[in-house]
Structure formats: structure tokens, C-alpha cells
């Protein structure tokens, strides 16, 4: 009979951790390459420069509103690639699951995973799951580790952010960051958001399809737009101005950090990006932004200058400014 | 949300920005009393927008800021007792006591938890009976009636478990020894919104007349701090010593009742040492007698030994408002946000903490 919860049998490398890949994981992320289960996946790579990325999750709790840890684990390794310009290939999967978790949330997350790299066009080609005993692990973490290959003349740097550059934001912000915080065991109120969790590969092919020489991509994730923005500032060492009244926040969204007192700018998104662009390219380029349906609400949010290099200024709705610093300390642990 | 948008409308800014330029004449020292203040003030940019004869000070009005060392000290031995569970607001984790943080108590085993509302705090003592759940009441007239209410609502329930170390502040007594100081350098004060809608405005007009300072009640929008500070300044160009209330939406002369009822029956006055200030007579708030069974201080041998506050922390000062952060020798040196001395770099609404987010030094 199938047990409904981990033991840590699944992770001895026995009968019970074969039949956890054969039965579960392989239909799902079905494939040659992952099928053969040999030690690691062989493949043949086209011509040039490949980008390299790992990130592990550890979200708590791993279902959320708009999505999970699964989606989440995929979405994140493909957009690092994303934003450096490359086209996703390839994923290791590594699982760490806590004994007594429960087979239905592992069978949901792991087909969330197939969906999401589906939908991204990736293929999960090698994995490894371990079993700890409980109270080793919170429920289950999740490493992936992801190759791209970056089209020739695609040079996209955080240094290379250039005075006059303007700065697209594909959309909304804060949604990820405020709905895990929401969904905390012991935060009462609950409001109407949901994780903007979703890949960007797709919306950075069409913005590469119409500019090769995007500056910057980057898509804001722990620690939000304000140390995104902060980084990209000192690395180009360059100054930047971004406008209040053009960073949208949803109005629920909105509310929850007014209650709260959190800096929408310093909350994570898992579903949207920076990007740099000439001038003379901006238009052309948000406009690729908005073709692609997670970018609808995309804006220029600023611009690149000379002045006040290391430094992000921000012009407040009624007309003052003021910097916008790194984060310091963790405003909100565990997010992803 | 579209009710807080209307507060930030840049046409009605303008007009009153223009306002407050033609009418200040002289140049002023203006404290904003609330740490909601100071941050709301750094949010919107509004330093910038005014003349350069208005200059604003912060007060002692984040709440973490004037906790006594001495309370921290208490709190993480709180922390260490068996078979506890501290419930605390998370702006109190990173505040360095003599010896440790609540933070690094945490890291050492011990049970801290965060919490964004005592009921919560309530909430996890009725799920954990076998523990001992301790809430830290910080806060001003702001936080003190919520945890009245779930302190009462635990006798209510017969929550036994739930305790509170009760370590509130009222405004009015520290305002008061502020206007009453000799090296007062403040010329009008803006009073905090958030008190006065419990406390209301009836708290204030002793202080004012018996001190005869300016005073505007305001509301935490760039336009309500705009119409709170042209107030101020019309005032003081008047020659004038009122208190007005710039919050009215939200600001009675009466408070709230219910509020001030359930502080009442649970809360006493005490004398109440205030970080950087001292012991001003009948500001704190003690759990009353007839409450002594929830009242963690009387449960608990919480004994710590006296250490005097970290040299150079030049908080004291902030606080009162003589010294701007700048003035400090430790700040951006020794004192930062990941590695604060003084407590004013801790709060995200302390004044230096504030200044170090926000502030660009001289030259950069």
C-alpha cells in the first residue's frame, strides 16, 4: 500500500526511494534525459556562452495564494537566467523533505513544478531527494539549479547601467513579499492578494527580439525594487531617479504595508523585472514589455543619471525626494 | 486605499508649501513629538519643500527608543525563564540591552516570538497551555489600550497562561517635562495624531496652558503634516500660544472613552525612567493590583544588575531634541542600523535610524 506521509525510507536510495522517483517524479518531468536515471543528465548545448544559476527555497508556508513552493522553485531559476539574458534549458531539481510530510502536498508541489517548467519551456533533466527526520527540515526545501544559453551580442550587466538609460518595471509590486506575510501562522487579518510567482523568460525573449543591448535586467526579488535599484546604482556606479506616482501598488497591497509599516520598494516580487534601457530603445522596448501578458502594467519608473552616483533618489507624489538606501537587517525572513 | 491617496495630492501640497513660505518669517525649531511622524516626514520628501527658517526636530516618540536599558536587560531574562514563550512586537528584537538583544537571546534557544497584535500573543497561550506566554507591553496611549483589552479578555476566558510585562509610556507627562526643561530649544510642537485619537486633545491643554508653546495636533499624510505645520507657523508669526487640532477626521477633545476605560481599569500610573531622559514622574503604565496574577513582574524574580548606558550615544539629547543625529560621534560609525549602540538607530521609527535611511550626509 502507498503510504499517505514520507518516512525517511524514501530517502535511503532503497525499493521506497526508487518508487518515489518512478512513481512520481518521472511521470511528471518526463523525459529522456532525467528517464535514463543515470548519475547526471548528458546533453548536447548549442554554440557560445551558457549562463549557470542554483537558488533553493525554503518559503513558509509553501502554499500560497497564486502559487507554491514548486512553481516558485522553477520560476526563480529560470528567471536568474532570464535576466541574464539567457534562454532556459536545463534544471537540476535537489528536494529535501522532512519526514511525516504528506504525499498529497508533495504530489501537488512536484506537479506544480512540471507545470511551471512546462510553461517556461525548461526540462527538469537530474535530481537527487533526500529525507530528513522531523524537525530536521520545515515540511520541504528545494534546490534548483538551472543552464541557458546566452544569444550572441546579449551582454546584459549590472554594471553597465548608463546615465539618460531609462528604467522599465514590468509591473505591480510587493504582491509576493505581502502575501507570504499574510498568510503567516499568526497574522489575523488575511487580504485579497495573491504571489506574482510566473516566468519571465518568455517576456525577455520579445524585449531581445526588438533591442539585443539591454543594460540591466533584473528581476526583484528578496529585499524588492529598493535593493535591486541600490546594487544596480553602485555596481554602474551611476546615480538613479525613479517617481513615486509611476510605481503601482496594488491598492490591497498597499494597505497591508500602510497597517504594517513596510516600504512597498522593500518587499519581494517573484514575477517582475528591471530592466535598463538606452532612450532611444525605451519605447520599443516597454512596448515589448506590455505584449507579453505579465507585463501589461509595465512603466518607465525613472532614469539613469549622472548625478549622485551609488545613490537612488525618489520623487515622492508631492514633489519632494528622498533617498531610497539599502535594506538593512531582514525585514521579512523566509519568503522564498 | 483611495481615502489615503486624497492626503497626497500634489496640487493641494504646492498650496501649502506656498502658504507656510509666505508666512514664515522668523526662524523656528519645531518638534515633531511621534516617531510616525518623523518617518512620515522622511517618506514624503516634505524636509526639502520647506523654508530654510523652519527646521524640524524629533522627539522622544518611538516607543522602542525610550524603553530603559534596564527593561531590555529584563526582558531577555524574561526570555531565558523555563518554559516561557516571549511575545513581542518585532521592532523590539534588535534593541541591545547591556549584555544582549532579544535577537541573539532568540538565536541562543530561547522562545521569542513575533507578534503584530497582543491577541495574537493571547492566541498562542491558549494553543501552547503548558507554557507561560509573556507579551512585552512597549508602547505609547497608541498600543497600551489593546493591551488592556486582550489582558482583560484573558480573565474573561480564563486564559491562565497569558502574562503581561507591562512597560507602557504616556506622552502628555514627557511633552510636559520637555516644555518645562530649561535648555528647551523648541519654538512649537507638533503633536502626535495617533495618541490624541485615545488620549484627545484634552491631554494637551494643561501643558499649553501652563507653558504657553505653540501646539498643532496632525495626522500622519503629507497633507495633513503640511496643514499641521502651516498651523504652527501662523501661530508662532501670531504671537499666539494655542491648541489647535489639524487631525480633526480622527482627533476629539474627548479620545476615545472606551480606550482610556479599559487602560484605566487595567493600568496604574507610575514614575517611569524614559531612555535618554530619565524618570518622569507618572508616565509609565504598571499592571493595576487587581490584575497582579497576569503581571509577568510579579510572577517573576526579573533582578538585573544596574549597567550604565553605552558612552559617546548621544540618544539622550536626540531625544529632547538638542543634538540632530549628525551631531553624534558614534553615528554611521559605530552605530548602524545592523549594529546599533543607542537605541534611536533600532526602531524603524527611531530618529537615527531615520536620519541613516534617508539623510544624505554632507557632501555625498
Not at chain 1, 508533495?106 to 512546462?118: F, N
Not at chain 2, 519645531?30 to 512620515?40: F, I, K, Q, R, Y
Amino acid at each position: 500500500m502507498k503510504p499517505d506521509t514520507i518516512l525517511l525510507d524514501h530517502g535511503s536510495g532503497g525499493r521506497a526511494a526508487h518508487r518515489l522517483t518512478t512513481d512520481l517524479l518521472l511521470p511528471v518531468f518526463d523525459n529522456p534525459m532525467l528517464s535514463a536515471l543515470n548519475d547526471g543528465a548528458v546533453f548536447h548545448l548549442p554554440e557560445g556562452r551558457l549562463a549557470f544559476s542554483t537558488d533553493t527555497y525554503v518559503v513558509d508556508p509553501p502554499f500560497f495564494p497564486g502559487g507554491c513552493i514548486g512553481d516558485l522553485a522553477v520560476n526563480g531559476t529560470v528567471n536568474d537566467l532570464a535576466m541574464c539574458g539567457a534562454v532556459p534549458l536545463f534544471l537540476s531539481v535537489g528536494l529535501i523533505l522532512e519526514e511525516g510530510l504528506s504525499m498529497a502536498d508533495l504530489e501537488t508541489i512536484v506537479a506544480a513544478m512540471g507545470r511551471a517548467a512546462a510553461a517556461a519551456g525548461v526540462q527538469v533533466v537530474t535530481g537527487d531527494t533526500k529525507v530528513v527526520p522531523r524537525g530536521a527540515a520545515d515540511r520541504i526545501f528545494i534546490n534548483t539549479s538551472g543552464v541557458g544559453a546566452v544569444p550572441a551580442g546579449v551582454t546584459i550587466d549590472s554594471s553597465r547601467a548608463r546615465p539618460g538609460d531609462r528604467i522599465i518595471l514590468s509591473g505591480t509590486i510587493a504582491d509576493h513579499g505581502i502575501t507570504i506575510l499574510t498568510r503567516r501562522e499568526g497574522l489575523a487579518f488575511q487580504a485579497a492578494v495573491q504571489s506574482d510567482t510566473a516566468p519571465l523568460n518568455a517576456m525577455v525573449a520579445g524585449m531581445l527580439a526588438v533591442e539585443t543591448d539591454l543594460h540591466v535586467l533584473r528581476d526583484p526579488t528578496r529585499g524588492g525594487v529598493g535593493t535591486a535599484l541600490n546594487e544596480i546604482a553602485e555596481k554602474s556606479g551611476v546615480g538613479i531617479r525613479i517617481h513615486e506616482d509611476r510605481i503601482q501598488v496594488r491598492s490591497e497591497v498597499a494597505g497591508v504595508c500602510e497597517l504594517l509599516g513596510f516600504d512597498p520598494l522593500y518587499i519581494a516580487n517573484e514575477g517582475k523585472l528591471l530592466a535598463f534601457v538606452a532612450p532611444a530603445k525605451a519605447e520599443a522596448v516597454l512596448a515589448a514589455v506590455r505584449r507579453d501578458p505579465r507585463g501589461r502594467e509595465a512603466r518607465i519608473i525613472g532614469e539613469v543619471t549622472a548625478d549622485h552616483p551609488g545613490r537612488v533618489v525618489l520623487e515622492t507624489r508631492i514633489g519632494g525626494s528622498r533617498i531610497v538606501g539599502m535594506l538593512s537587517g531582514e525585514q521579512l525572513p523566509r519568503i522564498c | 486605499m483611495k481615502h489615503v491617496e486624497e492626503y497626497r495630492d500634489r496640487g493641494i501640497a504646492r498650496r501649502l508649501i506656498a502658504q507656510i513660505h509666505a508666512a514664515s518669517r522668523k526662524p523656528v525649531r519645531l518638534m515633531e513629538v511621534c516617531g510616525t511622524h518623523t518617518m512620515s516626514i522622511f517618506r514624503s520628501g516634505l524636509r526639502a519643500l520647506l523654508p530654510e527658517t523652519i527646521t524640524l526636530v524629533s522627539g522622544p516618540g518611538c516607543p522602542v527608543c525610550v524603553t530603559a536599558q534596564r527593561e531590555i536587560d529584563q526582558f531577555v531574562a524574561l526570555a531565558r525563564c523555563e518554559d516561557v514563550i516571549l511575545a513581542t512586537f518585532g521592532d523590539l528584537l534588535r534593541v541591545p540591552g547591556s549584555g544582549s538583544s532579544l535577537q541573539q537571546a532568540r538565536a541562543a534557544g530561547c522562545d521569542v516570538r513575533v507578534v503584530y497584535s497582543p491577541l495574537d500573543a493571547l492566541d498562542l497561550a491558549v494553543r501552547n497551555p503548558a507554557k507561560k506566554v509573556v507579551f512585552l507591553g512597549v508602547g505609547f496611549e497608541t498600543t497600551a489600550p489593546t493591551v488592556a483589552a486582550a489582558l482583560l479578555s484573558a480573565r474573561a476566558r480564563e486564559v491562565s497562561n497569558f502574562l503581561v510585562f507591562a512597560a507602557h509610556k504616556r506622552t502628555p507627562p514627557a511633552v510636559a517635562a520637555l516644555m518645562a526643561a530649561p535648555d528647551l530649544r523648541v519654538d512649537g510642537f507638533l503633536l502626535p495624531g495617533h495618541v490624541c485619537l485615545v488620549a484627545g486633545t484634552q491631554a494637551f491643554q494643561p501643558l499649553v496652558d501652563r507653558h504657553r508653546i505653540p501646539c498643532v495636533v496632525g495626522g500622519f499624510e503629507p497633507l495633513d503634516l503640511l496643514r499641521a505645520l502651516a498651523q504652527l507657523v501662523a501661530q508662532i508669526e501670531a504671537g499666539e500660544a494655542l491648541l489647535e487640532n489639524a487631525y480633526e477626521r480622527a482627533v476629539t477633545a474627548a479620545g476615545n472613552p472606551k480606550a482610556q476605560a479599559a487602560m484605566a481599569e487595567v493600568f496604574t500610573d507610575v514614575d517611569a525612567e524614559w531612555r535618554g531622559l530619565g524618570v518622569i514622574p507618572e508616565s509609565g503604565l504598571k499592571i493595576a493590583a487587581a490584575h497582579r496574577g497576569l503581571d509577568a513582574e510579579a510572577c517573576f524574580d526579573l533582578a538585573v544588575p544596574d549597567v550604565p548606558e553605552p558612552r559617546g550615544c548621544a540618544c539622550g539629547q536626540v531625544l529632547k531634541g538638542l543634538k540632530l543625529p549628525t551631531d553624534c560621534a558614534l553615528y554611521r560609525k559605530a552605530c548602524t542600523p545592523l549594529h546599533p549602540v543607542g537605541p534611536c538607530m533600532v526602531s524603524s521609527e527611531g530618529t537615527c535610524a531615520a536620519y541613516y535611511r534617508y539623510h544624505r550626509p554632507e557632501g555625498a
